[in-house]
């Protein structure tokens, strides 16, 4: 089994769980997390924050833009059945990577683009397709940025599987 978070953080787990960090946009979490979880070999997902300098963020806190935390989805996934490559095409089939701070009509550092990783193979995976992005965007500037993971803080039950509970 695998997690990942989207923007992408990953880790191997002791049950060889891998687990990667994608961020999203507020209005998107839920649809990245519907979408992702629709994966063949995507075992969960979660909706939550990363990348911030305050412990235990609420969303109304991250909504301020003090905290700095990007809103992530987090992906366990079995990586036997589901690449950390085929993550990464549909994280980057989701959303605009040339829109600085901003996702459609949410503006914001926590709507920013990001993978996070918790792994080199991840990171070289993810400039890879930053690069490949980057040639089918006719070399346009993309402003996704590609970090090591920091804490995952999971993001308030409402947030959870949104567009299921609607």
């Not at 923007?7 to 994608?22: A, D, E, F, G, P």
């Not at 979880?37 to 995507?42: C, D, I, K, Q, R």
């Not at 235990?56 to 589901?82: I, M, S």
Request: with cysteine; glycine share 6%; charged share 25%.
């Amino acid at each position: 089994m695998a997690v990942t978070q989207l923007w992408t953080r990953t880790r191997i787990s002791q049950r060889n769980r891998v687990w990667s960090l994608l961020s999203s946009e507020q209005g998107a979490s839920g649809e990245w997390s519907l979408r992702f979880s629709a994966l063949l070999g995507v075992v969960k997902t979660e909706v939550g924050f990363s990348q911030g300098h305050v412990p235990d963020p609420t969303y109304k806190l991250v909504c301020t833009g003090t905290t700095y935390h990007a809103e992530v989805v987090r992906v366990e996934f079995d990586p036997n059945v589901c690449t950390y490559s085929n993550l990464l095409s549909l994280f980057w089939s989701l959303h605009d990577p040339t829109t600085l701070n901003r996702q459609g009509r949410n503006v914001g550092t926590q709507y920013r683009s990001g993978i996070y990783c918790y792994n080199e193979d991840q990171t070289r995976l993810a400039r890879e397709t930053l690069e490949a992005k980057r040639r089918e965007l006719n070399d346009k500037k993309i402003v996704t940025e590609i970090l090591p993971a920091k804490r995952f803080y999971r993001a308030e039950e409402y947030h959870q599987q949104y567009l299921e509970k609607a």
